[in-house]
């Protein structure tokens, strides 16, 4: 698998799932533009452990739901690095678990801006610089299949979305650019750390086929395989990786 000579965009890139990403296309090859909104500790080692590597790294902090900071972000792929061959749009998250009774216009319109907005700006903005055999990989989640757990209908239903739009763009962009999506299930990350008791975790990685959870390197190289001309006759799907907890 090669991603050799190749500039891909990794979205979210800074920490856990997004930079396990970054580093994984750059050892297939490919030059990197990450993103990370607060975590610059970890956004810029993943610059240096790139480099090491031999290849050219950019992190740019950016809010991904503001067009100037997409606008900067195309701009170091373009002029920095020659171009866009790839986007991979980890970019998102959870923000708070809230039921719908208890729910604000401002957390609805939060989440589906930083899942699904930020994600429709970014591939905007990329497309008129991606040439043929480009491919985007986005992600999905486990939640738009299952509609999440408790206090998680907004993400359940943003991340729903992007499966959609997933399938509806590898409609619009086939035969030059392939689209297609990633839906993990409970991967140890920072997300979960937050967001998600220890004994759910417990009970979740317990009802899996393999009984862990996954990691971010896992699911990783599923990303680098959907990018990479491996995968060159899939487009518009949603894969699954969880273990076996889902089956779709």
Known sequence: MS?????????GGGRDIGR????DLAKKGANIVLTYHSS???ALSAVAEIEALGQKAVAIQAD??????VDKTIDAAVNQLGGIDCLVHVSGGL?????????TDEHWHNV???NLTSLFKMTRACVPHMKAGSSIVTFASQAARDGGGPGAVAYATSKGAVMTFTRGLAKELGPDIRVN???PGMISTGFHDTFT???????VAGATALKREGTSEEVAKLVSFLASDESSYMTGNCVDINAGLLFS
Do not use: Y
């Open 3 to 11: 991603m050799k000579g190749k500039v891909a965009i990794v979205a």
């Open 20 to 23: 396990a990403c970054a580093i």
């Open 40 to 42: 610059s500790e970890t």
């Open 64 to 69: 991904l739901t503001v067009q100037a900071d």
């Open 95 to 103: 923000v708070g678990r809230v039921k719908i009774s208890e729910m």
């Open 112 to 114: 589906m801006n930083v």
């Open 181 to 183: 999506g990633v839906c």
């Open 197 to 203: 008791k220890s004994e759910v975790r417990t009970n």
